[in-house]
């Protein structure tokens, strides 16, 4: 089963936690505000928490004249005649920007912290840093653990984020495969290489970015609540809301039904050759056979009922209330 980690495994509520300035010139609150103005129309749940945190602060954001949303990496703006860049630093590579050794040193730092880093690039130049933390679900480690006893052999954590980020979520989850910056296409093709390897895979995710791994998996899962209109439109399964543990229950309650299923066919199968044999001996006659015959299918009909009132086990509830407190704001100038 393989996991996204932003909105999926993290509750998809990131706070801006560290602003990092590059440039004497330009103060942290206009890092925060030109930041805002290039997320302004995105919808990752990253770009959201910059955008609200800065209206939290009561802070200007300029309107931005044109964007560009590039999958996996950031936005490309255009600001009263400049451009912005406001991203991962793969987008500031992708744009002939490459990070100083101060840029590079915060970028170990924050991500040391468990912190995604954003870069910010006004006019071709590096002039500072966001750092957004978020919160790990409540449960999911128990959720983990449940799918483990179920018998799911291969849990894989995947994400866009970077490397030392997602180890540490997957650290706190107890999962050991992890993959990082991964982009759509990156997702996608590790869907197809486990698709080879003879695994019936499953992903849960929740963005525009899941999708197409959504698409490929063989058992497409998300999040419901917040979950991107693509994604939800892609996905075998919508969760009607965010609790993680529902993805435990869809397992259960698949493997229940599989039981009732092969259950259903060893009745009927069974019924029906032993009525055939019976009659073959002239041990019963034709009005005793078809009555055998219409009780097997009420049989059948009554034992698939029993899926009615089948609650699948869930953790305690407890566990899901737990909510890990992010890292106060701390800013840098």
């Known amino acids: 089963m393989v996991f996204d980690k932003t909105g999926t495994l993290t509750l998809g509520r990131p706070l801006v936690t560290s602003v990092v300035t590059l440039d004497e010139s330009v103060t942290a609150d206009e890092v925060l505000s030109l930041a805002a103005s290039g997320e302004l129309h995105a919808r990752h749940p990253l770009a959201e928490a910059i955008v609200r945190r800065t209206e939290e602060q009561h802070l200007h954001i300029p309107i931005h004249q044109a964007c560009e949303v590039v999958l996996g990496m950031g936005v490309r703006a255009e600001l009263d005649g400049s451009r912005l860049l406001v991203g991962s630093p793969a987008l500031l590579r992708r744009h002939g920007l490459e990070l100083s050794e101060v840029a590079q040193d915060w970028t170990s730092r924050l991500r040391a912290a468990g ?25 999911a480690d128990t959720v983990v653990r449940q799918l483990t006893d179920l018998g799911v052999t291969r849990i894989v954590l995947l994400t866009g984020d970077a490397p030392e980020t997602a180890q540490a979520v997957a650290d706190t989850l107890g999962i050991t495969e992890v993959h990082a910056h991964a982009l759509p296409e990156a997702k996608l093709q590790l869907i197809r290489d486990l698709q080879a390897e003879g695994h019936s895979v499953a992903m849960v995710g929740d963005g525009t970015n899941d999708a197409p791994a959504l698409a490929l998996a063989d058992i497409g899962i998300v999040m419901g609540a917040h979950s991107s209109h693509v994604a939800l439109e892609t996905a075998d399964i919508a969760l009607a809301g965010n609790d993680l543990r529902q993805v435990a229950a869809v397992v259960e309650l698949s493997r229940h039904t599989l039981r009732v299923v092969r259950q259903n066919y060893t009745l009927s199968i069974g019924v029906n050759l032993a009525g055939l044999i019976a009659s073959a001996g002239g041990s019963i006659n034709p009005v005793l056979a078809a009555l055998l015959h219409n009780t097997s299918s009420i049989a059948v009909v009554a034992n698939s009922a029993r899926l009615v009132g089948h609650t699948p086990h869930l953790p305690s509830d407890a566990a899901a209330r737990l909510r890990a407190a992010p890292l106060e704001e701390r800013r840098v100038r």
């Open 115 to 139: 912190e995604t880093v954003i870069c910010l690039a006004h006019d071709e130049k590096l002039i500072g840093m966001l750092g957004l933390s978020d919160a790990v679900r409540g449960g």
